[in-house]
């Protein structure tokens, strides 16, 4: 928090948060912006596209965890952190978050009518399960008053990033891998990028933070946070039923949201949940990035030649 008698200055040039920097780094290197992506090339796959429905409902629900991770995840947590690099990182992140909102109207509105964009944004609001993680993540975002608050609101931020993004992912991704709307997925893939990079480094953030608490604290938040993700899995598997069941691929979704379960609790230096399963190799064929259509230079396309940061984990960076 700031002392309000003397102000202190960011100073970049010595670190005063391991991996800050590294942070920050990643993200500009891997900036971007959704006019970058040429999705206006999916009108004519769009026009004969079968299953539309789920498609914007999977966007739209994609667009809420974003909105509020930019109005207030990236927001709360970034407050109430001491360390201003990690303010700092968090707040370049929250910028990121705009971007990816607005990302999904971007292609909504490159290949949806105003009335249908507006139907779905109405769905949104009424959907049951959207608005109950919506509440229970932002609930932890709001009541930030100490140390171990600050970790609960992390642990749940780390969630939206590393697993509750994912039975929304799914569907672009697995469309992508069978060369379907392959340009509105490389958008998808370059939020996936983004999130991954959030969810390790406000995982690592948290783990510091973790480490200080006693013992006997440690064992009490990690039961809190085992059920908190109990609680919203249960909700993310009627989510998949309802979305994915008409088009046979809640089995496969529900593999898939297991499976970042266990990833954003790895982020969070915790004991997986859940057994491993293989995951649709049409989905991973849909991340790996074959049909990238971006064209840059550098490092900025989604081809997930992420920097590795070997003092976190050989395979931090390789999402
Ligand atoms: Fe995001
Ligand atoms: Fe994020």
């Known amino acids: 928090m700031f002392n309000l008698n003397t102000f202190e200055a960011v100073n970049w040039n010595r670190p005063t948060s391991e991996l800050a920097d590294v942070f920050w780094k ?17 009108i004519l796959k769009w026009k004969s596209f079968e299953h539309q429905d789920v498609y914007k409902k999977v966007l739209g629900g994609l667009t809420l965890l974003d909105t509020i991770q930019t109005n207030i995840g990236m927001n709360e947590i970034s407050k109430h952190l001491d360390d201003l690099q990690e303010k700092a990182v968090l707040t370049l992140f929250g910028a990121m978050e705009a971007i990816h909102a607005r990302s999904y109207s971007y292609i909504f509105t490159t290949l949806c009518s105003n009335q249908e964009i507006d139907e779905v944004f109405e769905w949104v609001k009424e959907n049951k399960q959207l608005q109950f993680k919506a509440k229970k993540i932002s609930e932890q975002y709001k009541s930030i008053t100490d140390k171990e608050s600050l970790w609960k609101a992390m642990f749940s931020s780390v969630l939206l990033e590393s697993f509750l993004f ?33 969810g390790v480094s406000v995982g690592y953030f948290a783990q510091n933070i973790f480490k200080t608490f006693p013992e006997e604290k440690q064992t009490e938040l990690k039961l809190w946070g085992y059920q908190f993700l109990l609680e919203l899995y249960e909700n993310e598997m009627k989510y998949t039923e309802e979305i994915y069941s008409d088009i046979g691929l809640a089995a496969e979704v529900k593999k898939y949201v297991r499976y970042n379960a266990n990833k954003a609790l790895a ?4 004991d997986k949940m859940f057994d491993d399963e293989a995951i649709d190799p049409i989905v991973m064929n849909g991340i790996r990035t074959d049909s990238v259509t971006h064209d840059f230079f550098s490092q900025k396309g989604n081809s997930y030649t992420i920097a590795k940061v070997k003092a976190i984990t050989d395979n931090t960076f390789k999402f």
């Not at 500009?28 to 999916?42: A, C, G, N, R």
């Open 26 to 42: 990643q993200q500009t290197k891997q900036y971007w912006l959704e006019t970058e992506v040429p999705v206006s090339k999916d």
């Open 166 to 198: 994912y039975s929304g992912f799914f569907y672009p991704l697995y469309l992508a891998g069978q060369g379907l709307m392959k340009n509105s997925a490389e958008v998808i893939s370059l939020i996936l990028r983004d999130e991954a990079l959030h």
């Open 267 to 270: 982020n969070l230096g915790l």
